[in-house]
């Protein structure tokens, strides 16, 4: 079985900080991971994935995100918040297989506030 | 532009209706899910579909039920509408055959059942 954890329900930057989302994840075997983002009356959108090829992985709008095994962690960052960063995030875990037909189980969401 | 398009984007029934939300995806893909979004739960998966009449159960399955006799069209169907089905719904799609490929979303339906 699969999970992922978001750690915070909320996140509040102000305009130009680091931006930090936690995920950990758990699987049992090799996962892919990803993270969508959703913005208000819109639904899920691909922000970066990770497919076992380089650990840091780099996405949409400047989010990167890196896959630390020894820490089954995969945390999205961003060095500077802009004010149409403001949207959910979901931390999501899929994994290698004939029948797993690209289901994602998804984290709890992260929802991103930031203020000018 | 790739499209995955929902019938309504909300939807209000009565306790004990049959309801039925539509999804229909214009980039021929094999894989087709139905997600509920609850404030707290993230995105839970209802039920999938990986093709034309084939069809799986998810990790809530329990109230519903699905139809895809065509390729681009997934259906899910309320039998029997609760309150506790009271929630956003989404539809994805995906290519078949490739894991890490990625989820199309539709812009969702918010169900109220009263």
């Known amino acids: 079985a699969q999970s992922v954890t978001q750690l915070g329900s909320h996140v509040s930057v102000s305009e130009g900080a680091l931006v930090l989302l936690r995920c950990n994840y758990s699987?049992?075997?090799?996962?892919?991971l990803f993270w969508y983002v959703q913005y208000p009356n819109q639904g899920l959108q691909l922000l970066l994935k990770?497919?076992?090829?380089?650990?840091l992985v780099k996405g949409i709008n400047g989010f990167e995100a890196e896959f630390k095994k020894s820490e089954t962690s995969f945390h999205l960052t961003k060095p500077s918040a802009h004010m149409s960063d403001a949207a959910e995030y979901f931390c999501?875990?899929?994994?290698?297989?004939?029948?797993?037909?690209?289901?994602?189980?998804f984290g709890q969401g992260t929802i991103l506030t930031v203020h000018p | 532009d790739v499209k995955v398009t929902q019938s309504s984007r909300y939807l209000v029934k009565r306790t004990g209706e049959k309801v039925f939300l539509e999804c229909v995806q214009d980039?021929?893909?094999?894989?087709m899910f139905w997600y509920r979004q609850d404030p707290g739960l993230g995105l839970r998966l209802i039920y999938f579909?990986?093709?034309?009449?084939?069809?799986e159960k998810g990790d809530i399955p329990e109230g519903y039920s699905v139809s895809r006799e065509k390729k681009e069209r997934f259906s899910l169907i309320l039998e029997s509408a609760s309150t506790n089905q009271t929630s956003m719904y989404l539809c994805?799609?995906?290519?078949?055959?490739?894991?890490?490929?990625?989820?199309?979303f539709g812009s969702g339906t918010q169900l109220s059942v009263l």
């Open positions: 994805a799609s995906s290519q078949r055959g490739r894991t890490e490929a990625k989820l199309f």
């Open positions: 699987s049992s075997v090799p996962p892919y």
């Open positions: 990770y497919t076992s090829a380089a650990t």
């Open positions: 999501a875990v899929s994994h290698a297989g004939g029948t797993s037909y690209g289901k994602l189980t």
């Open positions: 980039m021929d893909h094999e894989n």
């Open positions: 579909s990986y093709d034309v009449k084939m069809k």
